[in-house]
């Protein structure tokens, strides 16, 4: 398996923008996250999915801010308007409940979003 | 309030020195408990998982850490420290629904 895939790495956009962020989970896998770093407030959890249905957003900043996982392999994040201080690292994870002691996390590499 | 301290922010070892990063965390019952690596531009990496039994447990890359419940500690050590381990490093106790709270993180570096 190639992993969770997340894309684009890095974005570099204006003030105003919409901007899209993207991640494929592994196969299999039945949760996803979506995770936002930075320095100051370290890792927090903006929202995560359980087959494809939301379950808590309440992670997630403000209105401007939305995710969407329209099927098992594919989720987005999408951010409208932009602005500079969502400027961070979001990193997309899965995991699985198949076997149920195991909760740990399947982190992809992260896009790192600059809002000028 | 459930929370997870990580009490050092960055540390320097010598290659080839021993490695302990510390971790305490304040809960109502023993979570389940990680540790997690972050090297530089990437996502976390899964190093180590407790569930219950062997308070010692081993990870990848020759780490390990022990579960010490009398001090809601979850301590990640290594004997011998190489150059590659150099990157941050996050304690990650689980609870329920999910939520996985992580830590600050404790930044490593590795003196030649």
């Known amino acids: 398996d190639a992993g969770v895939i997340q894309s684009p790495r890095h974005e570099v956009t204006e003030m105003g923008q919409e901007v899209t962020l993207r991640c494929k989970p592994i196969?299999?896998?039945?949760?996803l996250f979506w995770y936002r770093q930075t320095m100051m407030r370290g890792l927090e959890l903006l929202i995560y999915?359980?087959?494809?249905?939301?379950?808590?957003d309440s992670g997630m900043p403000e209105d401007r801010f939305s995710a969407k996982m329209p099927n098992a392999s594919f989720s987005t994040l999408k951010i409208q308007p932009s602005e500079p201080r969502d400027s961070a690292v979001y990193f997309c994870?899965?995991?699985?409940?198949?076997?149920?002691?195991?909760?740990?996390?399947?982190f992809g590499s992260g896009t790192r979003l600059t809002v000028v | 309030a459930q929370s997870v301290t990580q009490p050092d922010i960055h540390i320097t070892v010598s290659e080839g020195a021993s490695l302990e990063l510390r971790c305490n965390y304040s809960?109502?019952?023993?979570?389940?408990l990680f540790w997690y690596v972050q090297s530089p531009g990437q996502g976390l990496q899964l190093l180590l998982k407790y569930f219950s039994g062997d308070t010692l447990v081993q990870g990848i890359k020759g780490f390990e850490a022990e579960f010490k419940r009398s001090q809601s500690s979850f301590n990640l050590r290594k004997p011998s420290v190489h150059w590659s381990d150099a990157a941050e490093y996050f304690c990650?106790?689980?609870?329920?629904?999910?939520?996985?709270?992580f830590g600050a993180g404790t930044r490593l570096f590795v003196k030649a």
């Open positions: 990650a106790p689980y609870t329920g629904g999910f939520k996985t709270i």
């Open positions: 994870a899965s995991s699985s409940e198949k076997d149920r002691s195991y909760y740990g996390y399947t």
């Open positions: 809960y109502g019952a023993t979570p389940y």
């Open positions: 999915f359980n087959n494809n249905v939301p379950i808590d």
């Open positions: 196969s299999g896998h039945d949760y």
